[in-house]
């Protein structure tokens, strides 16, 4: 039995005693966990040998569950993807990068170049040359907005004004940007994730998100993206110079899954361009490869000064990303935006194996074909069901709005198989790995429906 030391000092003297651990089984680990963790997750123990792909194993016995939830999107490949468990080159690397831990701003190794290197041929944008990682989504949404904010100082400076300016964010309505320092302020899903945090009292704006079918709903969307705009022309009124960036989701993922339409976020490009403010896309959640195209920006056709991503960019490892214009990058200064371990050699590693998956020249065609596959079946789905009253999506994440408690669509899922999550609380939300086969889609959509 596995035993640990405790020293216990009485009085200036001193003795060590042995307490056992408790034993550690599939069927123990609520148990064990519940003794010092809030364990309100699902109730499931994952295998993680046995869980393969897009099917989730219960360790206590042997349940598979179709995995359309993803650990809220951050698995783009599923469980143990044979480009990484059946590559003992990549488990070697693997290992080794895994045994140190060197402080990354200070320190270079190869396994950061190779993964640097691929990133910027598969996935790199142009227009944002730049980068640097952090060890997750709401560091990667924290470190954009303290670029932005030096940026916008300078900009101000050099401009004439006053280099204290610069400090308030321009956001959307049903926002998820985190629930760190800064990004406090920008969340406003449920009030339970903020209401009690003190934040910051910065601009918030309509979101005039896509109601589905489009043309149908045509004169609504544009009606609200007027209104938006104009509190957006207000906020910049309100606050000359003041205001170092707008961000946003391009489909808002806690929020709804709420798709914000191009013809609004090119509006919003202008707008900041005219008040010399950056515009920031936080793709955690919708970006590398989730909606069909490498970034879902490139739907809308606008470029943005910086961009957040993080939840599948190492295959589960913490690694989030900035990238950067070159504009925005020459305001950073040594010393100023750094952390220890961020883009260490293990998660390099990791998402070097990622990156190569998801660059493969097929890749991205087959999640665009499953993701018409999946908004397809879900529409037919709408129009037979009076309890679905929207549906909204792009690729590998759709919400489906229904009349009742997403909760207990998502209770009565889980019994049947199926594993979905919210978006809010009449939002099921479904994010597939973008490795799933049709037959697992069609499946895991005819449990939803029948659970309907
Ligand atoms: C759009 C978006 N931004 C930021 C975050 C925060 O990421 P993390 O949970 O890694 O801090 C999330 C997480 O769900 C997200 O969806």
Redesign the pocket.
């Known amino acids: 039995m596995t035993r640990c030391n405790r020293t216990i000092g009485a009085y200036g003297g001193s003795m060590t005693t042995f307490v056992p651990a408790p034993l550690v089984t599939p069927a123990t680990v609520h148990d064990v966990l519940r003794q010092s963790l809030l364990v309100d997750g699902f109730d499931l123990v994952l295998d993680l040998e046995r869980s393969r792909g897009s099917r989730l194993v219960d360790a206590r016995d042997g349940t598979s569950y179709l995995d359309l939830f993803t650990f ?2 951050s698995s783009a490949l599923g469980m143990n993807h044979p480009a990484l468990v059946g590559d003992p080159e990549f488990r070697e690397d693997l290992l080794a990068a895994a045994m140190n831990k060197p402080s990354n701003s200070d320190v270079y190794t190869e396994a950061m170049a190779r993964f640097v290197a691929t990133f910027a041929r598969v996935l790199g944008d142009p227009g944002l040359p730049h980068l640097f990682f952090v060890e ?6 924290e470190n954009a907005l303290k670029v932005a904010f030096d940026w916008k100082s300078r900009w101000n400076e050099a401009h004439g004004r006053s280099p204290a300016l610069g400090t308030k964010v321009l956001h959307l309505r049903r926002a ?5 320092g800064y ?1 406090l302020s920008l969340t406003n899903t449920e009030p339970v994730k903020t209401a009690l945090f003190p934040t910051f009292d910065w601009p918030r704006i309509d979101v005039p998100a896509i109601r589905f079918p489009l043309p149908a709903h045509l004169d609504e969307v544009r009606s609200a993206e007027a209104t938006a705009l104009e509190q957006a022309r207000a906020a910049f009124a309100a606050h000359p110079h003041d205001i170092a960036c707008f961000v946003a ?1 391009p489909i808002q ?2 929020g709804g899954v709420q798709p914000v339409p191009a013809q609004f976020l090119r509006s919003l490009r202008l707008l900041c361009d005219e008040a010399d403010a950056a515009l920031i896309f ?5 970006g590398l490869g989730r909606t069909g195209t490498f970034w879902a920006h490139e739907a809308t056709g606008v470029t943005p000064d910086l961009l ?1 991503v ?2 599948p960019l190492a295959g589960g490892l913490p690694m ?1 990303a900035v990238l950067l214009t070159e504009r925005i990058a020459q305001a950073i200064q040594p010393g100023d935006h750094a952390t220890t371990f961020g883009g260490g050699p293990l998660v390099a590693t990791a998402a070097l194996a990622v990156c190569r998956k998801i660059g493969e020249p097929a890749f991205l065609a087959e999640v665009q074909r499953k993701g018409e596959l999946l908004g397809e079946r879900l529409g037919a789905i709408a129009l037979s069901s009076d309890k679905v009253t929207a549906i909204r999506g792009a690729g590998m994440i759709w919400g489906v709005e229904i009349t009742g408690a997403a909760s207990e669509v998502i209770g009565r899922s889980m019994e049947a198989g199926l594993l979905v999550i919210s978006a809010g609380p009449n939002v099921v939300r479904i994010v597939p790995p973008l490795t799933v086969s049709d037959e697992e889609l069609l499946e895991g959509l005819a449990i939803l429906e029948a659970v309907l």
């Open positions: 809220f999107a997750g989504g709401a560091l990667a949404v998820f940007h985190g629930r760190s990004t989701e993922g806690e936080d793709e955690i959640q919708v957040t993080a939840k989030a």
